[in-house]
């Protein structure tokens, strides 16, 4: 058993505590925004926070997270599109989609920690997340859109 907060919501989960917590999300809780794409935590299509730190949930125990505040894309915003998710569809970013959770949960860290980030500081933190559609000249002009308007939320 673990007990896990979720997008504001705390969940008790009859959950072995080594299951990763990809599955306990998807599997479990029902939030399948959350992507499996390698299992071996290098694509980072898994990508959650976990108390505001980008965490690539496939590897990471659901032990680890019990205590702390975890936001899939689904708890990104309560309200509609956040300007992050506005500026992607601005610039297009999404070619096939499976891996764009993950990049912009990895964006909206970013821009929590570093509200105008350089163009190196976007690819030093985006290149933790691989797209194989090769979107990452608008990833970049997509996060530089939602820093000038006030971040990833």
């Given at each position: 058993m673990v007990t896990l907060t979720v997008n504001g919501r705390t969940h008790e989960v009859d959950a072995?505590?080594?299951?990763?917590?990809?599955w306990v999300l998807r599997d479990h809780l029902g939030f399948t925004g959350t992507k499996f794409g390698c299992g071996i935590a290098e694509c980072g299509a898994c990508t959650v926070h976990v108390d505001g730190?980008?965490?690539?949930s496939c590897r990471t125990p659901a032990r680890f997270a019990e205590?702390?505040?975890?936001?899939?894309?689904?708890?990104?915003?309560?309200d509609g599109l956040t300007g992050l998710q506005q500026a992607w569809l601005d610039h297009d970013v999404v070619q096939c989609g499976y891996c764009q959770s993950g990049h912009i949960m990895r964006a909206a860290a970013l821009l929590e920690e570093n509200p105008s980030p350089s163009d190196a500081e976007i690819d030093e933190a985006m290149?933790?997340?691989i797209c194989r559609c090769g979107t990452y000249n608008r990833m970049r002009d997509a996060i530089k859109q939602a820093a000038g308007q006030g971040g990833g939320r």
């Amino acid at each position: 058993m673990v007990t896990l907060t979720v997008n504001g919501r705390t969940h008790e989960v009859d959950a072995d505590p080594s299951t990763p917590l990809l599955w306990v999300l998807r599997d479990h809780l029902g939030f399948t925004g959350t992507k499996f794409g390698c299992g071996i935590a290098e694509c980072g299509a898994c990508t959650v926070h976990v108390d505001g730190s980008a965490t690539k949930s496939c590897r990471t125990p659901a032990r680890f997270a019990e205590g702390k505040e975890i936001t899939t894309i689904e708890g990104l915003s309560e309200d509609g599109l956040t300007g992050l998710q506005q500026a992607w569809l601005d610039h297009d970013v999404v070619q096939c989609g499976y891996c764009q959770s993950g990049h912009i949960m990895r964006a909206a860290a970013l821009l929590e920690e570093n509200p105008s980030p350089s163009d190196a500081e976007i690819d030093e933190a985006m290149s933790d997340n691989i797209c194989r559609c090769g979107t990452y000249n608008r990833m970049r002009d997509a996060i530089k859109q939602a820093a000038g308007q006030g971040g990833g939320r």
